[in-house]
């Protein structure tokens, strides 16, 4: 079955930085556009990145542009977020998603994808 499991959540300084990985597995991954959402309590889902199959293509809000890059290993079926320079706003319920590279929508939306993991936490301390 379809399974997205992220890891390398925690807790860190502002300033600092995390590495999350999400592992995929029972879907054709280079088939797929990649996307990390995050959402913080009481708040909606807000997208943070997204690349192509092909890992080019990326995409970031201006909330974290130049602080976080997207970049996925196909030969391993996972894609990573590299977060620096992380602030206590960044602090929430961090979700990658997979996006069937023909289906609708630019990436940019939770409506556009069609698998999501269940999330890692990340908080950032002041």
């Known amino acids: 079955q379809v399974q997205l499991v992220e890891s390398g959540g925690g807790l860190v300084q502002a300033g600092g930085s995390l590495r999350l990985s999400c592992a995929a597995s029972?879907?054709?991954?280079?088939?797929?556009?990649m996307g990390w959402f995050r959402q913080a309590p009481g708040k909606e889902r807000e997208f943070v990145a997204r690349c192509s199959w092909s890992g080019g293509n990326e995409d970031y809000p201006d909330s974290v542009k130049g602080r976080f890059t997207i970049s996925r290993d196909n030969a391993k079926n996972t894609v990573y977020l590299q977060m620096n320079s992380l602030k206590p706003e960044d602090t929430a319920l961090y979700y990658c998603?997979?996006?069937?590279?023909?289906?609708?929508?630019?990436?940019?939306?939770?409506?556009?994808?069609?698998?999501w993991g269940l999330g890692t936490q990340v908080t950032v301390s002041s």
């Open positions: 998603a997979a996006k069937y590279y023909l289906g609708t929508g630019l990436g940019l939306d939770v409506r556009d994808y069609d698998y």
């Open positions: 029972g879907f054709t991954f280079r088939s797929y556009a």
